[in-house]
């Protein structure tokens, strides 16, 4: 039997940008050592995609934090950071995970670049999240073909939702995580499972993916 997420990415250590740890740095396995969680890894600071799903799923910590469950998001690299947080787009508990060893443990791929355009170009995820995102400004910094994942974990290391992308669009909805969270989506306002209405000064950005 193989090792389960927990398993394999609870030793990593990821950098401190912020959270409640006076240290520098932690392991993985720690957000989920009291307490359930749900561990969202981001693809790229400067995706507009990402950007745009950063802001969805913000709207339901309040929720899941009253809850039990931490949130925790996770970037690959720094480039980026500083506009992502100047803008607004994670307010939240948030690291890197610097060399990606925790997707590289999970085999979480990284598309070709003939996928990247395909996917662009026709894949209907892709198409809807663009749509969503189409007042979201963007930029094609950093490392553009590493998809991303989000995972519920509950205390001691229960996987309890384990989405990896699929695609640059495929991203775990609100309703799926709280679900899985043992929340019922009926109870949480509507306006909360879908995407925000992001209003940004650069509108007329590109799509970056």
């Not at 720690?30 to 709207?59: K, T």
């Not at 070709?112 to 910094?141: C, H, Q, W």
Request: glycine letters at 10%; a neutral charge; charged letters at 25%.
């Amino acid at each position: 039997m193989g090792k389960s997420v927990a398993e394999v990415i609870g030793d990593v250590e990821v950098e401190k940008i912020s959270g409640p740890s006076d240290a520098q740095s932690i392991k993985i396995g720690s957000v989920w050592q009291d307490q359930g969680a749900v561990v969202h890894f981001f693809r790229r600071f400067g995706c507009r995609l990402c950007r745009g799903h950063a802001q969805e799923l913000w709207q339901i910590v309040p929720t899941l934090e009253e809850n039990g469950f931490r949130v925790v998001s996770i970037g690959i690299e720094k480039l980026g950071l500083d506009e992502f947080q100047a803008a607004g787009y994670w307010k939240g508990e948030l690291y890197i995970d610097n060399g990606k060893k925790a997707l590289k443990a999970l085999e979480v791929p990284q598309v070709s670049y003939l996928t990247a355009i395909k996917d662009i170009i026709m894949n209907k995820d892709v198409g809807r999240e663009v749509k969503k995102t189409k007042d979201v400004p963007g930029n094609f910094k950093g490392d553009g073909r590493q998809l991303g994942a989000t995972f519920v974990i509950a205390k001691g290391g229960e996987i309890l939702l384990d989405h990896r992308q699929k695609n640059f669009g495929d991203h775990a909805s609100n309703e799926a995580i709280l679900k899985a969270c043992g929340i019922d989506p009926s109870t949480v306002k509507k306006e909360l499972l879908a995407s925000p209405a992001v209003q940004c000064e650069d509108a007329a950005a590109p799509v970056s993916t």
